[in-house]
């Protein structure tokens, strides 16, 4: 095992992979359905470790997309997602997605490596991506609570001011 290298480990459980029937069913189902991908991800779909990639970029900018949209407050969470859905479309067709994925496998270092250096790495992009979405989530809540706080401070301030505007009238008619 250790004189594969990591592409041809790929290509081994590639091929095993598609003896399955499900997989090969799902498989031509997709090749069949090719425009979608084409349209949501901007590439073309193949049973690959790169589409994996190309769909994890697209999932996690979609969901830091809808995030920061939702904590400018300017649009509801649907309009947020819709919106969101829209922008990640437009950067997969410029291909950032695909360009991302190819940063990943054109890597002499990993194509060359042993296949467990490979999976560690490729590992290790998946638990970066997990922790950068965590941080986004714990900022937009906190940002969230800090709005929440504003409001309430506002609301008080209105009916401190409604209070002493109420007073004053009440204080003036019944000098009248």
């Known amino acids: 095992m250790h004189s594969k290298n990591w592409g041809e480990l790929l290509e081994s459980w590639k091929q095993s992979i598609m003896q399955n029937e499900f997989v090969a069913g799902m498989n031509s189902f997709f090749t069949s359905i090719n425009i979608i991908f084409l349209i949501l991800f901007g590439t073309n779909y193949s049973l690959s470790l790169f589409m994996f990639f190309v769909i994890v970029f ?3 900018f979609l969901f830091q997309i809808s995030g920061a949209l939702r904590m400018t407050s300017i649009f509801s969470k649907g309009v947020s997602w819709i919106i969101a859905v829209g922008l990640t479309i437009v950067l997969a067709q410029v291909r950032l997605y695909s360009a991302l994925s190819n940063l ?3 890597n002499s270092f990993i194509l060359n490596a042993n296949a467990w250096v490979g999976a560690l790495f490729y590992v290790g992009i998946i638990i970066l991506l997990v922790f950068l979405g965590t941080v986004n989530k714990l ?6 609570k800090n709005k929440e706080l504003l409001e309430e401070e506002k609301a008080k301030l209105n009916r401190n001011v409604l209070d002493t505007y109420v007073g004053g009238i009440k204080k003036g008619m019944d000098e009248n």
């Open 58 to 60: 697209w999932i996690f």
């Open 139 to 144: 900022v937009e809540k906190k940002l969230e």
């Open 104 to 106: 990943l496998f054109n």
